[in-house]
C-alpha cells in the first residue's frame, strides 16, 4: 500500500494532475479489464468473451477485435497520460481526440517521438 500511497502522492504534485487522473484511470481500468479477458481467453481457449468485451469498447467499429484487445493490454495509453501531467500543452492536446485504445497507443507513440526531437525548455 506504501507503494500505491507514493505514487498517487508524486502524481498530485504534477502542474496538471488532474486533467489526466479521470483518463488515466479509465485507461488503467480498461487494461486491467483486457488483460483478464485475454489471460481468460488463453486458459479457457476460448475467444468469445474477449471478442464481447472489445466489440463493447468505444470505437470498437473502427477495429479488428484482435486490435481492441491488442490496444488495451498495452499500458502506454497510461504512462502518456501521466506523462502529460508533468508536461501537459503539448502532449495532451495530442492524446484527447484518441477514443479508443489502439489509437491512443499509436498517437502517445507518435507524440513521444516528436518530443524526442523538440528542444528542451532552459
Known sequence: MALVT?????????????????????AA????????HTHTATQCDSL???RHWTAAQEGSDSYSWW??????????AIL??????????????????AVTPIALA????????ALKDAPRAA
Do not use: F, H, Y
Open 80 to 97: 502518456a497520460l501521466l506523462a502529460s501531467a508533468a508536461d501537459p500543452p503539448a502532449l495532451l492536446r495530442a492524446l484527447r481526440p
Open 67 to 76: 486490435e481492441i484487445a491488442a490496444g488495451g493490454n498495452s499500458s502506454i
Open 48 to 50: 468469445a468473451k474477449l
Open 29 to 36: 481500468t480498461r487494461c486491467a479489464q483486457a488483460l483478464a
Open 6 to 26: 507514493t505514487c498517487r502522492g508524486r502524481l498530485w504534485r504534477l502542474p496538471s494532475a488532474a486533467l489526466v487522473a479521470t483518463p488515466a484511470a479509465r
Open 106 to 113: 499509436l498517437r502517445a507513440q507518435s507524440a513521444v517521438e
